[in-house]
């Protein structure tokens, strides 16, 4: 027999031998319990690793999987694991919540003070007396949250460009800080004079940390919009999908559930609307088209 068939015949052996090996292999893992990948990004959790582990659990029991918490940096960065469904469920913004909705889902939106809604807050020192609106920090330091934050970039850029300005002409310097507790801390610490925030993330950081909040103050209040939302991978099969939904808006029916939510500073969590969010569609259009 020629070398060639007889090295044939040996992978063909291995090959059989190794069928009933994965089989058993692959038996196994479908008697374990699912994962599933749950991304967030560094709004006010980064330093609350202890409250996300009991999140994961609560949340794991309910959907009888092991829930594992994904952090980024930024909204792109979880956008893209989203894409790439490397992550089952994230938790976004509702700017990229409308202009990706190709590669994601609405699960559900968090119920804050009684609706799904929250504002845009513009924050400065609180020894500035002048400022009520962000037309008037011209050649000013401006600190952004994330360039694909609803409440922390769309916004002000858009209030900007309602005014007739070029947002990218208007500011001595503006930068990003990439969370939106970091613009906080900006403020208070003299590196910007003024930032935009999530005004559900500065009003939890002012009941659950008043130090870091005592040397700013918020100088206006955006209309309401969606509150950033939980999503989907669009490939996310049903089961798997009304399961975690129904855990994340059942949460306020359990003992545990509810205790986090307090922690998270929310009523709890709904199905909610599509329809929630054509106010920052609009800001979006006003974005593209820029000032006239």
Excluded at 217 to 234: D, H, L, M, N
Excluded at 235 to 264: C, H, S, W, Y
Aim: glycine residues 6%; aromatic residues 10%; proline residues 5%.
């Amino acid at each position: 027999m020629s070398p060639i068939l007889n090295t044939g015949r040996r992978r063909l052996l291995r090959s059989a031998l190794s069928l009933p090996l994965l089989s058993a292999f692959r038996l196994a893992l479908g008697n374990e319990r699912p994962s599933i990948a749950f991304g967030t990004t560094a709004v006010f959790l980064d330093n609350e690793i202890s409250l996300l582990a009991r999140w994961a659990k609560e949340l794991g029991s309910v959907c009888g999987a092991n829930v594992r918490f994904v952090q980024r940096n930024n909204y792109r960065e979880i956008h893209e694991l989203l894409a790439a469904n490397r992550l089952d469920v994230a938790w976004v913004c509702g700017y990229p919540y409308v202009t990706h909705q190709q590669t994601m889902r609405l699960m559900a939106i968090p119920d804050y003070e009684g609706q799904p809604l929250y504002r845009s807050y513009l924050i400065v020192p609180k020894s500035d007396v002048r400022t009520t609106h962000i037309t008037q920090l011209r050649n000013r330091v401006f600190a952004f949250s994330d360039p694909q934050s609803n409440s922390g970039f769309l916004v002000p850029t858009t209030e900007l460009i309602r005014a007739g300005i070029q947002p990218s002409a208007f500011f001595r310097k503006a930068f990003f800080t990439y969370a939106h507790r970091k613009v906080v801390d900006a403020v208070s610490a003299g590196l910007a004079d003024a930032g935009e925030i999530d005004g559900y993330v500065y009003d939890t950081i002012e009941r659950r940390y008043p130090d870091r909040t005592r040397d700013v103050k918020v100088a206006w209040r955006s209309p309401q919009y969606g509150f950033p939302p939980i999503v989907a991978r669009t490939n996310l099969d049903e089961e798997t999908f009304r399961r975690i939904q129904g855990a994340l808006v059942g949460m306020k029916e359990r003992p545990e559930g509810r205790d986090i939510l307090q922690q998270l500073n929310l009523d709890g969590f709904v199905e909610g609307a599509d329809s929630v969010f054509d106010s920052i569609r609009g800001l979006v259009r006003i974005l593209d088209a820029g000032p006239r």
